[in-house]
């Protein structure tokens, strides 16, 4: 392959972390936010979570921004919209403390300015459930921000999710790139691997692998920084 396009995957990928232990420390965080304003915790979270099926289930007729709070608002009712903008100020405040329930490796953003160096074109191909203020928190714990890429997908900004070949195509139509030139850089072998089904290589940062289909790495070329610089140069 010809690679002049490289797409990063964030959590467990770039950012190492425990998806787990991340969420439940992360829905800790928020719960402590937002129970003192009136939520029921337990509502909360089952909320968050009806609103990122959502998200998932986006069919691209609306922004993830847009099914998120539509489901949130079904279940707390309209009146919970006004509560925006506690939850932008949780992302910019508490939600900081949520990177001790990640992992660091100085590789990840050395590896990223590598690709850059080289000419090639970047992106962060995140799974679009969060609002930028978070992705731009979550980014920072890496040693980069959102200036580092040519696009950083969050839910204001993107119509799909992973794996939905939707979310691929998106955003290289967005990007006018071409799939055979585009590389998939993930941990997922369900969500990251769906790339490929529009000709997009896959490369597999191995190290907080997540493989619930059980799918294994080993049918995609895989290993950890040092490997996916290699692999660039052929």
Request: glycine share 8%; charged share 25%; net charge negative.
């Amino acid at each position: 392959m010809d690679i002049k396009n490289v797409l990063f995957d964030l959590d467990g990928t770039l950012l190492p972390m425990d998806m787990e232990a991340f969420t439940n420390g992360y829905f800790g965080l928020l719960t402590q936010k937002l129970v003192p304003r009136g939520y029921d915790p337990k509502k909360l979270i089952d909320a968050i979570w009806a609103g990122t099926a959502a998200m998932v289930g986006n069919d691209g007729g609306r922004t993830n921004e847009a099914a998120f709070w539509a489901k949130f608002a079904q279940i707390f009712g309209e009146e919970a919209l006004a509560d925006q903008p506690l939850f932008e100020e949780f992302y910019a405040v508490e939600f900081q403390r949520a990177r001790e329930f990640c992992g660091f490796d100085p590789k990840a953003a050395q590896a990223v300015r590598a690709v850059k160096a080289s000419g090639r074109r970047v992106v962060l191909a995140t799974n679009p459930i969060f609002p930028a203020v978070a992705t731009r928190s979550r980014l920072s714990w890496v040693g980069l921000e959102p200036s580092d890429f040519e696009l950083v997908t969050t839910y204001e900004n993107s119509r799909f999710c992973k794996p939905s070949v939707g979310y691929y195509r998106e955003i290289l139509e967005q990007l006018d790139m071409e799939p055979r030139e585009s590389l998939m850089v993930g941990n997922d072998t369900t969500e990251d691997t769906a790339a490929a089904e529009l000709g997009m290589g896959v490369f597999l940062i191995d190290a907080c692998l997540i493989d619930k289909a059980g799918k294994g790495a080993d049918a995609w070329p895989h290993g950890g920084f040092d490997d996916l610089v290699r692999f660039l140069r052929g």
